[in-house]
């Protein structure tokens, strides 16, 4: 049984961090590329960060600089460091896990920036 689950998420402050875990099973972790994404209510999900399966990432523009992917292959689980958080950053974070032929979500993690 596949399973991707979110950690990490919650309130901050403008200009605080974050680091949000996803913890994935249920399939071979490290053949597939893993990306976040978020999204908020009467948007379309976005990509935020995505780190391919032999660790080449990719941001988005609106997050460079803010936002580090990183994966343990080791503990199957792949992480987003978030620095310097903006109101606009609140959203739903998602956990993604894909390859050729599978594409995997997680539930999500709330992630609220807020004074």
Known sequence: QV????SGGGLVQP?????LSCAASGFTFSSYAMSWYRQVPGKERELVARITSV???KYADSMKGRVTISRDNA???????????????????????QNNWWNYWGQGTQVTVSS
């Open 15 to 19: 200009g605080g961090s974050l680091r």
């Open 75 to 97: 503990k199957n689980t792949v992480y987003l460091q978030m620095n310097s958080l903006k109101s606009e950053d609140t959203a739903v974070y998602y956990c993604n896990a």
């Open 55 to 57: 660790g080449g990432t």
């Open 3 to 6: 399973q991707l689950v979110e």
